[in-house]
């Protein structure tokens, strides 16, 4: 397994492209952006908010313990130009099967909307996050009510 950088959301804050998305380590921020409806529904998971009816990832996850499995964690693994590529490492286990695990690629915004609803923890490959520039100053602007990076 690669060596990799634990990270939690900082921040889903609006913009006129969608919902940027800052991850964190405690030291540095990165962003990437995603459909507004995922980063409201990853927000509502985040402040603890269960909806009427399941959602999507809900239901995924309702799926995936059914059969007796689990999202183990999320790895972002690459960037190319601009676009982020994630894999999700799901774990299974049941009466039927052996002790099994899957990996999957995924988008990062679907990783992330499962990992705060199962508590799976996130990472970034070491190498990629120490290529990624800090975003630090541009999450601070953006809480001070500054200009819209995109």
């Known amino acids: ?29 990165i962003v990437f952006y995603i459909d507004p ?21 809900d239901l995924y996850l309702q799926t995936l313990e059914a059969f007796g499995a689990k999202v183990s964690r999320a790895i972002i693994v690459h960037v190319e130009n601009e676009i982020y590529y994630a894999r999700l490492i799901i774990e299974a286990e049941n009466e ?3 002790r099994k ?5 995924a988008r990062p915004s679907d990783c992330l909307a499962l990992a705060v609803r199962s508590g799976a ?4 490959v070491r190498e990629l996050w ?6 630090s100053a541009v999450l601070d602007e953006m809480r001070s009510g500054g200009s819209d990076p995109e």
């Open 96 to 98: 039927i099967m052996e």
């Open 101 to 105: 695990i899957v990996e999957l690629d």
């Open 37 to 57: 409806g995922i980063g409201a529904s990853i927000n509502a998971s985040l402040a603890g908010q269960t909806p009427p009816r399941p959602l999507t990832h």
């Open 1 to 29: 397994m690669p060596d990799l950088v634990r990270v939690e959301p900082v921040a889903l804050l609006p913009t006129q492209a969608g919902c940027a998305v800052f991850l964190g380590d405690g030291q540095k921020a």
């Open 130 to 135: 120490e290529s990624l520039e800090d975003m």
């Open 121 to 124: 923890p996130f990472y970034v």
